[in-house]
Nanobody
């Protein structure tokens, strides 16, 4: 599976941003977004079943972040609103092959990763 993340950039606090992750290659069951701020561990943001049956969010991400997918484009999006400086991080998309690990927040459960896209939120 090849994943291409895009859409990051420099924005001001309160702005919105939509990240994209285009997938190609072998089949998988779900896709997730993670982020990693400087000096911190990579943290789970949200995940979505590839067949669209549902989504899952980290508690701290609910309300401002929304994960969606466009199956025709093989692309998953992460819409972020009301961005804060603490949202500054490299955002990564990743896929799970096995449906039995749905909802995992553990980076080690994910099988393939995109290259990451930088989001910087200025105050």
């Amino acid at each position: 599976v090849q994943l291409q993340a895009s859409g990051g950039g420099l924005v001001q606090a309160g702005d919105s941003l939509r990240l994209s992750c285009a997938a190609s290659g072998r089949a998988f069951s779900s896709m997730g977004w993670f982020r990693q701020a400087p000096g911190k561990e990579r943290e789970f943001v949200a995940a979505i079943w590839w067949d669209g049956r549902g989504t899952f969010y980290a508690d701290s991400m609910k309300g401002r972040f929304a994960i969606t997918r466009d199956s025709a484009k093989n692309t998953v999006y992460l819409q972020m609103i009301s961005l804060k400086p603490e949202d500054t991080a490299v955002y990564y998309c990743a896929v799970l092959k096995s449906p039995t690990r749905w909802g995992s927040r553990d980076v080690y459960d994910y099988d393939y990763w995109g290259q990451g896209t930088q989001v910087t939120v200025s105050s």
